[in-house]
Structures are given as structure tokens and as C-alpha cells.
């Protein structure tokens, strides 16, 4: 069995997205320098509305707002609170797969924008 690693690239001076591999082959140029783009990585997951779950974006769920984060230390993908009800979970990271739906790749997740597009989010 083949894994793929899927990854996005952020450019801040054009505001917008480009595949890894689009870029490494040169099937799109950004237009700035590398000193202004993020790459990030595809969690393997999808939102409940299908939507590829990547590092840095904003997710919602039950009045509740996470960003999506690796976490080094356990190797592993996790949510960062960043609103919530209840403040003792407030900036704690939880595993994403809590949010997985069993046998599948789906999260009760929401993806409502990312950290680069949307940081507003964060600091409300």
C-alpha cells in the first residue's frame, strides 16, 4: 500500500493556495519569494462536508472553534481550542481522531477558514 502526503502551499503575497506537487514540478510558479510561503500538510481526514482537513485551519463544531495543529511531540495531528464555553479547555490540544468518525476518514468537524485567511477567528 502506497501512501501519498498531500500538502498546500500559502503565499501571502498572492493571498492564495498552490498543490506541492503543482509547484515542485512547476506546473505553477508563486509569484513570491519563499521567505513568503507556508507549506502545509493534508491531515488525511475530511469535514463533514468533505473538505480536506489541512495544518492551520479553523474548524467548528458545536459553538466551538479549533485550530488544526501537528503536534510534535506524539507525532500526530491535533485540535487546538480556541473557543469554547468552558474556559478550562481553552488553548488545551485534544487528538483530532476524537473527532473521527469510526472506520472512516470524516470528522464531526466544520472547516470554516484557516489561520492565514481568517485570523480574526482566533483572537476572538
Request: glycine share 8%; with cysteine; aromatic share 12%.
Given at each position: 500500500?502506497?501512501?501519498?502526503?498531500?500538502?498546500?502551499?500559502?503565499?501571502?503575497?498572492?493571498?492564495?493556495?498552490?498543490?506541492?506537487?503543482?509547484?515542485?514540478?512547476?506546473?505553477?510558479?508563486?509569484?513570491?519569494?519563499?521567505?513568503?510561503?507556508?507549506?502545509?500538510?493534508?491531515?488525511?481526514?475530511?469535514?463533514?462536508?468533505g473538505k480536506l482537513i489541512y495544518e492551520g485551519d479553523i474548524c467548528q463544531k458545536d459553538e466551538k472553534l479549533y485550530e488544526v495543529r501537528w503536534v510534535k511531540n506524539s507525532a500526530k495531528f491535533g485540535v487546538?481550542?480556541?473557543?469554547?464555553?468552558?474556559?478550562?479547555?481553552?488553548?488545551?490540544?485534544?487528538?483530532?481522531?476524537?473527532?473521527?468518525?469510526?472506520?472512516?476518514?470524516?470528522?464531526?468537524?466544520?472547516?470554516?477558514?484557516?489561520?492565514?485567511?481568517?485570523?480574526?477567528?482566533?483572537?476572538?
Open positions: 500500500m502506497t501512501t501519498h502526503l498531500n500538502f498546500r502551499l500559502f503565499e501571502f503575497g498572492a493571498m492564495e493556495y498552490f498543490d506541492l506537487d503543482d509547484v515542485y514540478y512547476n506546473r505553477v510558479q508563486p509569484s513570491s519569494g519563499v521567505y513568503d510561503i507556508h507549506i502545509m500538510q493534508c491531515s488525511g481526514l475530511t469535514d463533514k462536508n487546538k481550542v480556541i473557543k469554547s464555553d468552558c474556559v478550562l479547555t481553552r488553548g488545551c490540544t485534544f487528538p483530532i481522531q476524537q473527532y473521527v468518525k469510526e472506520g472512516s476518514t470524516e470528522c464531526s468537524l466544520e472547516v470554516i477558514g484557516n489561520i492565514y485567511e481568517n485570523g480574526g477567528l482566533i483572537e476572538q
